[in-house]
């Protein structure tokens, strides 16, 4: 009888087969979120964390727990809100980019913390194309100027002239300096040739009620925060810093077509990670909140309350955070504005 002939698998062969191995369990680890091969522990499996760099009750907070609530309903996993106010958004974007990048810990802001303040000053302890990898946008909205109903301005002409004749005594709230509310006011100033005196709180909902109880004397505030008191009276609405009217308000003018022709100040909203997150997890929090912000439900409490629900895919919210940053250098130069 025959002796059975040995196979024998050339080691090249065998290395190829386990590399190939080993990539196709990395690669489906990767869309299950995880970082390294090991045992199965699909994203997420605690915990997630959104900073809110801002106080509670602002625009920024609101947004924040809705993002929360629609990350918990869509991943089955609690997402909770911690808020880390000062320096105009900027210590919370700092802890962010400074956390594991494990999907764990998130950053929801405006404008404020990503694109006026790298473009108003040279030192921020953060760097955001290199430290942050951006995932959706959620909602964009105009700022709309209010002011104390003591404060004798009913128009965006009253004010220019009542700034003149005197320079430097009315005064304006802002969530902080560099916050999109400080450079309204400043951008204000220049197109004006008035000036106003900044008054920077920690965060958007301190600054508001610093108008409500008179101790300033106006501020350029997203709608979110300023709805309750202006449905009150204890707030007057004087003009919107969008370039056209909102369909929600046709009644409340733009600075465009009421004396200071271009003005525009638009605060734009997204969710966003420490650079070096897997593309895995990017991709699973991306797919969640934009499924979470199609709810009808969504769009009528955004709406509601002075914002446009906007989603978009990680790509176009670098694209956008490039563009405005530069648009708000050109604007800081021009204008000469600098930090007080």
């Known amino acids: 009888m025959p ?39 699909p994203y997420p499996s605690r915990p997630i964390r959104i900073i809110v760099p ?49 999907g764990y810990t998130l950053l929801l802001t405006g404008s404020g913390a990503i694109i006026m303040a790298p473009a108003l000053y040279r ?19 105009a700022h709309v100027l209010v002011t104390h109903p003591n404060v004798p301005v009913k128009s965006v002409k009253d004010l220019i002239a009542l700034s003149r004749a005197r320079p430097g005594q009315l005064n304006y709230a802002s969530a902080g300096t560099g ?43 997203n709608m979110l925060s300023v709805m309750s008191a202006l449905q009150s009276s204890r707030l007057r609405a004087i003009a919107i810093t969008s370039l056209q009217r909102w369909a929600s308000y046709p009644q409340l003018p733009t600075f465009n077509e009421s004396g200071l022709p271009g003005f525009e100040v638009v605060t734009h909203y997204g969710v966003l990670a420490p650079s070096g997150t897997p593309s895995g997890i990017i991709t699973r929090l991306n797919l969640a909140l934009v499924k979470g912000w199609q709810s009808g439900d969504t769009h009528k409490r955004l709406e509601a309350d002075g914002s446009e629900p906007v989603t978009s895919t990680p790509q176009t919210f670098a694209t956008l955070i490039r563009s405005e940053t530069e648009k708000w250098t050109r604007i800081i130069k021009d204008a000469g504005i600098t930090p007080q």
Do not use: W
Not at 54 to 69: I, K, V
């Open 54 to 102: 801002f106080t509670p009750g602002g625009g920024s907070d609101m947004l924040g727990r809705l993002a929360a609530q629609k990350l918990t309903e869509e991943l089955k996993q609690q997402t909770v809100i911690e808020n880390r106010a000062g320096a105009g958004g900027r210590i919370g974007a700092d802890a962010v980019a400074k956390s594991p990048p494990d």
């Open 3 to 41: 002796k059975s002939r040995k196979t024998v698998i050339p080691r090249s062969l065998l290395r190829d087969c386990l590399f190939a191995t080993l990539a196709t369990a990395f690669a489906a680890q990767q869309a299950n979120g995880q970082t390294a091969p090991g045992p199965a522990q």
């Open 179 to 221: 916050a999109p509310g400080h450079l309204a006011g400043e951008l204000f100033g220049s197109m004006a040739k008035s000036r106003l005196s900044h008054v920077a709180y920690r965060g958007t909902a301190p600054g508001v009620l610093s108008v409500v109880m008179g101790e300033t004397d106006l501020m350029f505030s």
């Open 123 to 141: 030192a921020v302890p953060y760097d955001v194309a290199r430290d942050f990898a951006p995932i959706t946008l959620v909602a964009s909205s």
